[in-house]
């Protein structure tokens, strides 16, 4: 990367002291002083123009583009960072979220019980369950899931 010292080197090697160059283009030695001590030079017109100068303008556009582009890369990594913590939190939302149960009731009211963490129903209306087990138990829960529908569908045909 071109830095001050590389505007030095070739000001020095053209045998040119600050104030000459900076007549030569258009600036005070001052401004020439400045830039010679830069670490990380610019495309502002000052040191832009001392660049082109002392032939140095071609590696200072070259020294932008990757600057630019890693630039970019930072900003995409951030932005990839953000969306990843959020997601992240999102998710721990989702596992400690407790909502009402809602279960149909034996009195037929809507349960108020919160749910367990995570689930969408309290802990007396399968908030714990992890499904069926066995083969058996499985085959159980389908039955039941294949009557609910034919229920469902019974009670909506005759609307
Ligand atoms: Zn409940």
Excluded at 38 to 48: E, G, Q
Excluded at 80 to 85: D, I, K, T, W
Aim: aromatic share 6%.
């Amino acid at each position: 990367m071109l830095t001050g010292k590389d505007i030095r080197a070739a000001r020095k090697a053209r045998g040119l002291n600050q104030t000459e160059l900076g007549k030569l283009v258009g600036c005070g030695r001052h401004t020439v002083s400045y830039w010679e001590n830069k670490t990380r030079l610019s495309r502002r017109c000052a040191c832009a123009d001392i660049c082109e100068a002392l032939g140095l303008a071609k590696r200072l556009l070259a020294d932008w583009s990757w600057f630019r582009d890693h630039q970019q890369e930072a900003i995409d990594r951030r932005v990839e960072a953000e969306l990843q913590r959020a997601r992240e939190a999102e998710e721990r939302r989702k596992a400690t979220r407790r909502v009402p149960c809602g279960a149909k009731t034996r009195k037929g009211h809507p349960c108020r019980a919160l749910s367990e963490p995570g689930k969408r129903r309290c802990r007396f209306h399968g908030g714990k369950s992890t499904g069926p087990r066995t083969e058996a138990g499985r085959k159980q829960i389908a039955e039941a899931q294949r009557r609910r529908w034919a229920a469902y569908r019974g009670q909506n045909n005759r609307d």
